[in-house]
């Protein structure tokens, strides 16, 4: 696999399964304003991910489409992080994940706007405006239920050590981040980790929530070497049509 | 419709000379086009017809979430799910405008919620019907959409001021979305593989009835139509409506190349319309009693939904008010 | 848990264009204000709709009473001198 093309189904993969996994709520959010406000935030994922996948698909070369890669492919080679991929459990879950992510897309885009790659640029120039507006919710929604009654502090607490020891896995290195590096298209990940920390810190302790000490991260799914088993019962549901019925048009 | 009002109080509309001065005066603000606005002088029987109908229509518009949401994580491309996304986002967004002109007028959302749930207040008949393929993403924009939209551009002009008002905003938003479903049919039915036009036609069998009943029942057998129409919250008469429907969907289902599943349509000359068999009434009443194929699924869901969702109101609405107090303490 | 309070109610008024006046736009639900602006972006923004969001809480607004319509509003109406139309000026003067 080309660099650049792995480089790009990492950031299209991480945009469709959150996406995805987001879209899971709709009709059945605790308040109609935040069932809105969730499908707001997985349109704004869908639409990366057409940005995300059909440069991929280009650059792949292969005559495949930004659908063919979102629906064709199957687990081992899919290349989102794995806490995007872990159902969404509760709101409580849902709402801290994105909040985990959101904290380091934005560094991670605005990094990313001053990419060597055009392209990249200006898809990154897109999507972190989206960010910044997801950023601003999710923590301020992670803060209220973190501090609103000893219930919901629990239900986050208890999310967010679910959740925890899979954020390491943004800030791994591999071949393909060196040779992003290299090329002037990407920073190291874990140059992002300081600006990480901040925010996810300072807004988890705004929400009365502990960080376990354990800096352990479970990983494989940038580099789609063991994915969970959650990501391939998501897309059995997802690529049901294309699968069922190969060659049709919708 | 969205609101069949299928329960007739049996009363007939009362007369102006029988009104009382401040009724009569209503009545002649109506009659003169005036709208009604929340704070105005009404009679207690249009608020209460008012909440009923609106209160029906805007669970209409967020138990009809769960149909279409059954296929968003199955829709077969980027594109197709993002529209059918945003699509029912919007119908979450017309529920939220319909509950809040039903509040103006003293009952709140919450109330309306717990009466949903409770079976004390309605929903349209037509989301109790199961969405089995993709084709009902299409079957369902087309009909269900399209069946609505003609109940709705109408009640753009009803007297109920905040009503009216969320109806406009809605008919705007809602004009991508029957269209959004007839290409759909379009790409299947026209254009698809065998399959695909199997499953259109097939889509088309299961809701064409359904699609019929939601204008509700004949108006010969609802004595509550004449005085929601004398209030103006109600504009076409159930039947002058459902043969509108017919009318414009019969050459769509043709150019689509589908067999609209009633041997009995055909064109009349003589009225210049369609005829067609009336759905079967018996399993509207069966629908609407609990008794239809989804009723419990469908009810199961917005309960689950909005207990598994108490604690999230609660904790948000408790940190509002600590955060509230911190900042009274800082002076 | 049904017994918990719901979330007021708020109003929502959006500036559409930059130079125009926000407009009333709708209602909704939010803890606090903070939170009816993020909905109100949610709720009422999606198609582009604006450039400005204000919110106030209904129970906030002080309104006028329909009783008393006469007399704020009929005074007004045979101030017909205060409209452009009712002066006549000659076609010769020119646009004015």
């Known amino acids: 696999m080309k660099p650049l093309f792995e480089f790009l189904l990492r950031q299209g993969d991480n945009a469709l399964v959150l996406g995805h996994r987001t879209s899971e709520w709709c009709g059945t959010a605790p308040a109609l304003e935040e069932d809105i406000a969730l499908a707001n935030t997985a349109l704004d994922l869908i639409g990366q991910t057409q940005l995300w996948l059909g440069y991929a698909a280009e650059v792949e070369g292969a005559g495949r489409s930004a659908d063919d890669l979102a629906y064709l492919r199957d687990v081992y080679d899919f290349r989102n992080i794995l806490m995007l991929e872990v159902p969404n459990e509760d709101f409580g879950r849902t709402v801290m994940r994105q909040f985990l992510f959101d904290a380091f897309q934005v560094p991670w885009l605005t990094a990313l706007c001053e990419s060597a790659d055009?392209?990249?640029?200006?898809?990154?120039?897109?999507?972190?405006?989206?960010?910044?507006?997801?950023?601003?919710?999710?923590?301020?929604?992670?803060?209220?239920?973190?501090?609103?009654?000893?219930?919901?502090?629990?239900?986050?607490?208890?999310?967010?050590?679910?959740?925890?020891?899979?954020?390491?896995?943004?800030?791994?290195?591999?071949?393909?981040?060196?040779?992003m590096f290299k090329a002037k298209i990407a920073p190291l990940p874990v140059s992002l980790k300081p600006e990480w920390e901040s925010t996810v810190r300072s807004t988890l302790n705004d929400a009365n929530l502990k960080i376990t000490d354990s800096t352990f991260a479970h990983s494989g799914g940038r580099t789609g070497f063991r994915h969970t088993e959650h990501l391939g019962h998501m897309l059995a549901t997802m690529q049901v049509l294309q699968r069922s019925y190969p060659g049709a048009t919708w | 419709m969205y609101a069949q009002q299928v329960k007739s109080t049996g009363k007939k509309v009362v007369s102006l000379e029988e009104m009382s001065p401040a009724d009569r005066?209503?009545?002649?603000?109506?009659?003169?086009?005036?709208?009604?606005?929340?704070?105005?002088?009404?009679?207690?029987?249009?608020?209460?017809?008012?909440?009923?109908?609106?209160?029906?229509?805007?669970?209409?518009?967020?138990?009809?979430?769960?149909?279409?949401?059954?296929?968003?994580?199955?829709?077969?491309?980027?594109?197709?799910?993002?529209?059918?996304?945003?699509?029912?986002?919007?119908?979450?967004?017309?529920?939220?405008?319909?509950?809040?002109?039903?509040?103006?007028?003293?009952?709140?959302?919450?109330?309306?919620?717990?009466?949903?749930?409770?079976?004390?207040?309605?929903?349209?008949?037509?989301?109790?019907?199961?969405?089995?393929?993709?084709?009902?993403?299409?079957?369902?924009?087309?009909?269900?959409?399209?069946?609505?939209?003609?109940?709705?551009?109408?009640l753009q002009r009803t007297s109920y001021g905040p009503y009216a008002r969320a109806m406009v905003r809605i008919c705007k938003e809602e004009s991508f979305h029957q269209r959004q479903g007839y290409h759909i049919m379009i790409k299947m039915a026209k254009e698809g593989t065998e399959d695909q036009k199997r499953m259109a036609q097939d889509a088309l069998n299961r809701f064409w009835y359904p699609a019929l009943m939601m204008f509700g029942p004949s108006d010969n057998d609802s004595v509550h139509s004449a005085q929601s129409m004398a209030w103006k919250i109600k504009m076409n008469t159930n039947d002058e409506l459902r043969q509108k429907f017919v009318d414009e969907t019969v050459p769509q289902a043709a150019y689509l190349g589908l067999t609209i599943p009633d041997e009995n349509l055909q064109w009349n000359a003589e009225t210049e319309q369609y005829d067609y068999s009336e759905p079967d009434w018996n399993e509207f009443h069966d629908v609407i009693s609990g008794n239809g194929p989804c009723n419990t699924e469908r009810l199961g869901a917005r309960r689950k939904a909005w207990d598994d969702g108490a604690w999230v109101r609660e904790a948000m609405m408790a940190h509002a008010e600590k955060k509230a107090q911190r900042k009274a303490a800082l002076g | 848990m049904s017994n918990s309070k719901e979330w007021p109610l708020w109003e929502v008024f959006i500036r559409g264009q930059h130079g125009m006046s926000h407009r009333h736009v709708g209602s909704l639900h939010a803890t606090d204000a903070e939170h009816a602006i993020k909905n109100a972006r949610d709720v009422y923004t999606r198609r582009n709709e604006g450039v400005s969001i204000w919110v106030v809480q209904a129970k906030d607004i002080a309104a006028s009473s329909p009783s008393d319509k006469g007399p704020l509003f009929e005074p007004a109406s045979d101030k017909i001198y205060r409209h452009p139309t009712f002066y006549d000026i000659p076609d010769e003067a020119g646009n004015m």
Not at chain 1, 130 to 146: D, F, I, K, M, Q
Not at chain 2, 49 to 57: D, K, S, V, Y
Not at chain 2, 119 to 126: A, D, F, L, P, Q
Request: a negative charge; aromatic letters at 8%; one cysteine or more.
């Open chain 1, 118 to 179: 055009e392209h990249i640029a200006a898809i990154a120039a897109k999507s972190l405006k989206e960010a910044l507006y997801h950023l601003e919710r999710s923590a301020e929604t992670v803060v209220a239920l973190g501090d609103g009654t000893d219930d919901s502090n629990k239900r986050m607490q208890s999310a967010l050590d679910v959740l925890w020891p899979y954020t390491g896995e943004h800030f791994l290195q591999d071949d393909v981040d060196n040779t």
């Open chain 2, 25 to 154: 005066d209503f009545q002649e603000r109506i009659n003169r086009g005036e709208k009604i606005e929340p704070k105005d002088y009404m009679p207690a029987a249009y608020r209460t017809n008012l909440i009923r109908q609106i209160g029906q229509h805007a669970h209409s518009e967020i138990v009809g979430q769960l149909p279409e949401g059954n296929w968003i994580t199955r829709a077969p491309t980027l594109e197709r799910k993002a529209n059918l996304l945003a699509k029912v986002q919007d119908e979450a967004g017309h529920g939220l405008y319909l509950y809040c002109a039903a509040e103006t007028l003293g009952v709140t959302r919450d109330e309306m919620f717990e009466m949903l749930h409770e079976g004390k207040m309605k929903y349209s008949s037509i989301f109790n019907y199961p969405t089995l393929t993709w084709a009902d993403m299409g079957a369902v924009g087309w009909l269900v959409d399209g069946a609505a939209i003609m109940n709705q551009v109408p």
